[in-house]
């Protein structure tokens, strides 16, 4: 089923004329979503929907290759093309104000990134994949003792070694760009198919896979000199390691999953737009991270 990269209203199969249209309609009536996906994606300039539909059509062309691949493109493109995302352009030496602006956004994130794994994992019935999500759940949210905590435990402990107590990020309510991405990921957790959700998500594991500097990124995610330099906390390093070590294995694992179970159950193209929906989240909540850290500039 096709479906609208902006909002996921859904058409026919490969029915790339009515979503023409569609993204037309909503963009004549000034809707920021679909305005914003036309000029990031296909043109600026004011084109009927028949003009369109070739250009939609290349977006979703998974050009000869996998849609890991398909996916591993767009993202690249998004956030790691010739300007990579502001955010990852801080986050290669990063400040105080930037870490913390992480640390004070992120924990509204991987509360909700558990919501959508645990979702995922009721709706399939791919042992594979609620094996593959019960290992998620524990690594970023539950740990697994003392010796191996998870991700959010490290986030937390990054914040204090940088002077913020837990007590006060855990209080500190949420920007709305961040609101309107967990809102986002929850209806796709809990609406669109298992497999679109799962893209969804891990697919933005992809942000610190530093095997993509292979496939065409610019940068890394950081500067890997920062884990062994003494410009930011131990327990900074602590976080950005964790990532930095497991992300690489999580989205290609998940990216796999998805492959193979979409071509399976014919959902690559829901899959391919509520991808492309949740990088535009990501976006925006990336661009939170920085705002939240302005708070904390010197």
């Not at 979703?60 to 352009?89: C, E, M």
């Not at 992480?102 to 509360?111: A, I, K, P, S």
């Not at 740990?143 to 940088?162: D, K, N, Q, T």
């Not at 610019?218 to 976080?239: C, H, M, Q, W």
Request: glycine letters at 6%; one cysteine or more.
């Amino acid at each position: 089923m096709t479906k609208c990269p902006a909002c996921l209203i859904g058409f026919g199969r490969e029915d790339f004329t009515a979503l023409a249209h569609h993204l037309v309609d909503r963009a004549d009536e000034s809707d920021s979503d679909h305005v914003r996906w036309l000029n990031q994606n296909l043109t600026r300039k004011r084109s009927s929907a028949e003009e369109l539909v070739p250009s939609l059509e290349a977006v979703y062309d998974l050009q000869g290759g996998s849609l890991t691949s398909w996916v591993k493109r767009n993202f690249i493109a998004k956030f790691y093309g010739k300007d990579p995302h502001p955010f990852v352009v801080a986050l290669q030496h990063p400040t105080r104000a930037t870490l913390l602006g992480y640390v004070v956004e992120h924990q509204h994130f991987l509360r909700q990134w558990v919501r959508s794994c645990a979702n995922i994992m009721a709706r399939t019935d791919q042992p594979e994949v609620v094996f593959y999500e019960l290992d998620n759940l524990n690594t970023e949210f539950g740990g697994f003792g003392p010796e191996r905590v998870s991700h959010y435990e490290l986030l937390l402990r990054m914040g204090e070694s940088l002077g913020v107590d837990r007590s006060t990020v855990l209080a500190t309510p949420p920007l709305p760009a961040t609101v309107k991405a967990i809102e986002g990921w929850n209806d796709i957790a809990l609406r669109e198919h298992w497999t679109a959700a799962m893209a969804a998500m891990h697919g933005l594991e992809l942000i610190a896979n530093r095997d993509l500097v292979e496939e065409g990124a610019t940068v890394r995610y950081f500067d890997p000199a920062i884990l062994t330099g003494t410009e930011i906390s131990n327990a900074a390093k602590n976080f950005l390691r964790e990532g930095y070590e497991a992300d690489v294995e999580h989205s290609e694992e998940a990216l796999e999953l998805v492959t193979r179970f979409a071509g399976e159950l014919d959902t690559v193209e829901e899959v391919q737009s509520t991808f492309l929906r949740s990088i535009d989240l990501f976006d925006d909540y990336l661009m939170a991270r920085l705002e939240r850290g302005s708070d904390f500039a010197d």
